[in-house]
């Protein structure tokens, strides 16, 4: 059983940077796509990015391309998203979500069979 913990969430100024970071538990993370959904109140759950097995290969919601950027460290297991010119939309509770091993990188939540307990950012006006 695969389990992600992410970290690096809290409160920035609208224009500020934060990086998430989400520690997979298994080996197997390095052969699987791996990727971060969030959640606002009071809306459903959306995409954000995604990355391929081999960190060559990335998918971004359009509302945070040329602003994010999702990378990977096999090495240690690691996923990252950095997050720059935060706007107040983009508060929400962020997921790190992973693949079963040698699947694509998609921006369907059903596709994601693991998920991390999740970590929130808040963007103050």
């Known amino acids: 059983q695969v389990q992600l913990v992410e970290s690096g969430g809290g409160l920035v100024q609208a224009g500020g940077s934060l990086r998430l970071s989400c520690a997979a538990s298994?080996?197997?993370?390095?052969?699987?796509?791996m990727g971060w959904f969030r959640q606002a109140p009071g809306k459903e759950r959306e995409f954000v990015a995604a990355?391929?097995?081999?960190?060559?290969?990335?998918l971004y919601a359009d509302s945070v391309k040329d602003r994010f950027t999702i990378s990977r460290a096999n090495a240690v297991n690691t996923v990252l998203l950095q997050m720059n010119m935060l706007r107040p939309e983009d508060t929400a509770v962020y997921y790190c979500?992973?693949?079963?091993?040698?699947?694509?990188?998609?921006?369907?939540?059903?596709?994601?069979?693991?998920w991390g307990q999740g970590t929130q950012v808040t963007v103050s006006s």
């Open positions: 298994e080996r197997t993370f390095s052969r699987s796509a």
């Open positions: 990355i391929n097995w081999s960190g060559d290969s990335t």
């Open positions: 979500v992973s693949k079963a091993p040698f699947g694509r990188p998609t921006m369907t939540e059903n596709d994601y069979p693991y």
